[in-house]
T-cell receptor, first 114, second 113 residues
Framework: DTAVSQTPKYLVTQMGNDKSIKCEQNLGHDTMYWYKQDSKKFLKIMFSYNNKELIINETVPNRFSPKSPDKAHLNLHINSLELGDSAVYFC?????????????FGPGTRLLVL | GDSVTQMEGPVTLSEEAFLTINCTYTATGYPSLFWYVQYPGEGLQLLLKATKADDKGSNKGFEATYRKETTSFHLEKGSVQVSDSAVYFCALGGGGSNYKLTFGKGTLLTVNP
């Protein structure tokens, strides 16, 4: 059983399009995250949700909108895609909201904007 | 704010060599410290963690000791294998920000047969 899963694994699209990435965790965790990893492997937190409530919005453009329909799901919708959005996006989850807890990561979604 | 400084890579070693990847941090409060590993084409996974000063985390032959006096959490392995080739991230949680994990920039390790 995959603990944190993401779909799709690869996403190739044109500039200006709108796309969504889905994330699901079956660990029963309360907190979920989205991270962006650039081409140099640098990881940047984008959002975190605890029990469907937004906790962190780390100065991400408004074109990015997370949605958490329930504790097990955190989706990421991106409007008007730009070249600079090309990256690997990771979903993660943890038992509690404190970052003293271990985070469990999904396999990543590799987004390429042409 | 919290920060993590990690040894810059890439690091290339021969199989069975000794590995050290340095990690130092600045933080307020009493953070937990982590090493995450990212194998090629995969997501990050926890390698080991330590939650208080002088704790030693260990897993798969890797070790790191939480040193408050030197604000360090260096990763070591006595004998690396080709399968250890990956990117290693040092991270800090529960410091000044209880809600944001602070990552180092990652160190790419390549182990040659």
């Amino acid at each position: 059983d995959t603990a944190v899963s993401q779909t799709p694994k690869y996403l190739v699209t044109q500039m200006g399009n709108d796309k969504s990435i889905k994330c699901e965790q079956n660990l029963g965790h309360d907190t979920m995250y989205w991270y962006k990893q650039d081409s140099k492997k640098f990881l940047k937190i984008m959002f975190s949700y605890n029990n469907k409530e937004l906790i962190i919005n780390e100065t991400v453009p408004n074109r990015f909108s997370p949605k958490s329909p329930d504790k097990a799901h955190l989706n990421l919708h991106i409007n008007s895609l730009e070249l600079g959005d090309s990256a690997v996006y990771f979903c993660a989850s943890s038992q509690e909201v404190t970052t003293k807890e271990t985070q469990y990561f999904g396999p990543g979604t590799r987004l390429l904007v042409l | 704010g919290d920060s993590v400084t990690q040894m810059e890579g890439p690091v290339t070693l021969s199989e069975e060599a000794f590995l050290t990847i340095n990690c130092t941090y600045t933080a307020t409060g009493y953070p937990s410290l982590f090493w995450y590993v990212q194998y090629p084409g995969e997501g990050l996974q926890l390698l080991l963690k330590a939650t208080k000063a002088d704790d030693k985390g260990s897993n798969k032959g890797f070790e790191a000791t939480y040193r408050k006096e030197t604000t360090s959490f260096h990763l070591e392995k006595g004998s690396v294998q080709v399968s250890d080739s990956a990117v290693y991230f040092c991270a800090l949680g529960g410091g000044g920000s209880n809600y944001k994990l602070t990552f180092g920039k990652g160190t790419l390790l390549t182990v040659n047969p």
